[in-house]
């Protein structure tokens, strides 16, 4: 592999407001750049402007650059209103990737408004284009009322695209599975998990206050279809323990919020409104703090392409039960760093969680042994390069050096007086 890679990132995803880096999709894209960067490559970001005060050209960290190129109304987009503008960002994104100086090795695009824009911009050049999709339009489609939500055009341009790139990285064996069901040749389909930040998620560190009950934690953003409600029938079942649940709107909100009028309607209804909390959406830097607080995560989403919050949830040393899908069926080990239950049954879950907080020396093995997976499987520094290494496989072997320039070379950095 080549010491040093030109590396262009594409993505159509907001980076440049203050709600940036608190999706799967972002995180990942600054993530690997940052790191990417660390590791000696050059990294480039494409991003559509999305802040009136954007800088265009922003220093991610060593080797790496976020570029915000303009497209449509400089605010953030929802799919359906950013799909307007693929052809303006694909212009511009045109015009900085045939400058010479900018031309890189190869293209990762990221999302599917951001696979489109790079197919398009990489026609008829030969630079290699990687795509990931952080989630599947007809997996994601099959929640309730998925189809609501998942743009029409989606499913259609994601098969394409499969079918199309150079290379797709799948962040999970479901998502690879999913992909090759599409039409995607499996040769052409690289599994390259998630990562976790290591350094803010951790076993010590500041915790949020806590009483004495035993805390199950929820960290999802969708409470609707993330299995909250599971959760909440659940608790009638583990008398002594207390739910707190951080996602959805943010805390101000919750009030008119309708999910969570229905959630909290529930608990009252069950007898359990006095131990399921609600926090909103936190921001990312709390997160770890909350996370220590908890004896186990519960991650009991039926579709969860991404699994970072049982990574994050492991890297703090709290074993995660969880439903065994997508991600999470790879990174969370049966019975070692957590347990695999099966989606909308609080009987059995209530059942099992009773008995995991009654057995405390179970708790300590699989918290030690979810961080050490965490760190030591899924750290950035070890997902960067095997990202790095699936950008290589693409690109042409450098080409050896000559006999006789190799001669040379050894002779002029041979040391005076050697061989006396």
Not at 48 to 60: F, M, S, V, Y
Not at 97 to 119: E, T
Not at 343 to 363: D, I, N
Request: charged content about 25%.
């Amino acid at each position: 592999m080549p010491s040093s890679l030109n590396i262009a990132l594409v993505t159509m995803a907001d980076l440049a407001t203050d709600t940036a880096g608190t999706d799967v999709h972002t995180i990942h894209v600054l993530e690997l750049a940052r790191t990417l960067g660390r590791q000696g490559h050059r990294v480039t970001v494409y991003a559509r402007r999305t802040a009136e005060d954007a800088r265009p050209r922003i220093r991610l960290g060593a080797g790496a650059t976020l570029e915000q190129l303009p497209a449509g109304p400089a605010r953030p987009l929802d799919e359906a209103r950013t799909l307007p503008h693929v052809k303006a960002f694909t212009e511009e994104l045109s015009r900085r990737l045939a400058q010479p100086r900018q031309r890189p090795d190869l293209v990762h695009a990221h999302g599917w408004l951001g696979g489109l824009a790079a197919y398009a911009a990489v026609q008829d050049t030969d630079i290699p284009l990687v795509q990931s999709f952080h989630g599947l339009g007809v997996v994601e489609s099959r929640r309730p009322g998925g189809r609501r939500t998942v743009h029409p055009a989606r499913v259609r341009i994601e098969r394409a695209l499969g079918r199309g790139v150079t290379q797709v990285l799948a962040g999970c064996d479901n998502e690879a599975d999913e992909l090759v069901r599409m039409g995607v040749a499996r040769p052409r389909i690289t599994v390259v998990p998630y990562g976790v930040d290591g350094e803010r998620f951790r076993q010590t560190g500041p915790a949020m206050p806590r009483g004495r009950r035993p805390r199950l934690v929820m960290v999802c953003g969708d409470l609707e279809n993330g299995g909250v409600a599971t959760a909440i029938r659940a608790l009638v079942h583990v008398p002594d323990a207390e739910l707190v649940v951080a996602g959805g709107p943010a805390r101000e909100e919750l009030e008119n919020d309708p999910v969570v009028h229905r959630l909290r309607t529930l608990a009252k209804e069950l007898d359990v409104a006095d131990r399921a909390l609600f926090l909103g959406r936190l921001p990312r830097k709390d997160v770890p703090k909350l996370l220590r607080t908890a004896r186990l995560a519960l991650c009991l989403a039926p579709h969860q392409p991404s699994g970072m919050t049982p990574l994050e949830a492991m890297a703090c040393g709290v074993p995660v039960v969880t439903v065994p899908s997508g991600a999470s069926a790879d990174s969370v080990l049966d019975h070692v760093t957590g347990l695999h239950v099966p989606a909308g049954q609080p009987v059995a879950l209530g059942r099992a969680l009773r008995r995991l907080l009654a057995e405390e020396t179970t708790l300590s093995a699989w918290a030690i042994a979810a961080a050490d997976r965490a760190h030591s499987r899924y750290g950035w520094e070890r997902i960067a390069a095997e990202t790095a290494r699936a950008y290589a496989r693409l690109l042409p072997e450098p080409e050896p050096e000559p006999a006789a320039l190799a001669e040379a070379r050894r002779e002029e950095e041979e040391p005076v007086g050697a061989g006396v």
